[in-house]
């Protein structure tokens, strides 16, 4: 019997849909439940969808003391390419990152991936892109690794793209039961299998 990829990627990891009420709820969520319960689980790899928010994300959390990574595409190869090795070497623990990092990245200390922003297709942003949603969840638990994805989601709009996912893979995401809550958050992980 045959397991097909897109099926084998989804049963690795954990999944979880984040409702936030807005953008900077996000952030929290980041900083005060990922970052505090995920320090001591391995490696996280944040995706979001443009440069900006990329560099916004980093600003934010930088502000709030915490060591973040960031590469996406605006940077020069032998930046992007120190960054990676650090992140690979395991000199840094957060690494934000545009879908630049999606696909043939593989390093097996990540356990967490968040979607800050869901990805969607370059010319129709209503529509979800379906693959690279699968190659950014297949970063978490990569090698037989347990790993855990939230996808943090604060309008209908989000709410809409997510639920696309849902119908295209024939999956139904988990929800964290409230962001604030950090032990709805220690309880994803423990189901995730690491806590």
């Not at 996000?26 to 969808?49: A, W, Y």
Request: hydrophobic share 35%; aromatic share 8%.
């Amino acid at each position: 019997m045959f397991v097909s990829k897109e099926e084998l990627s989804l049963e690795s990891v954990k999944q979880y849909k984040v409702n936030c009420p807005d953008e900077l709820s996000k952030i929290m969520v980041i900083k005060d439940k990922i970052f505090e319960l995920g320090q001591k689980l391995g490696q996280t790899i944040i995706f979001v969808r443009t440069r900006n928010s990329a560099g916004m994300l980093h600003k934010s959390l930088v502000d709030y003391g915490y060591e973040v990574t960031t590469i996406q595409g605006a940077l020069k190869q032998e930046d992007r390419d120190k960054i990676v090795k650090e992140f690979k070497d395991g000199l840094t623990q957060v690494l934000i990152s545009t879908d630049l990092l999606a696909r043939g990245f593989d390093q097996s200390q990540v356990n967490l991936v968040v979607n800050y922003d869901l990805p969607v297709k370059f010319d129709s942003p209503s529509e979800p892109d379906y693959e690279v949603y699968l190659h950014r969840i297949g970063r978490a638990g990569r090698f037989g690794r347990k790993g855990a994805v939230f996808n943090l989601l604060c309008n209908d709009r989000d709410k809409s793209i997510m639920s696309k996912i849902e119908q295209h893979f024939n999956i139904q995401i988990a929800e964290v039961g409230s962001w604030k809550s950090e032990e709805d958050f220690e309880d994803a992980l423990k189901k995730a299998g690491l806590l």
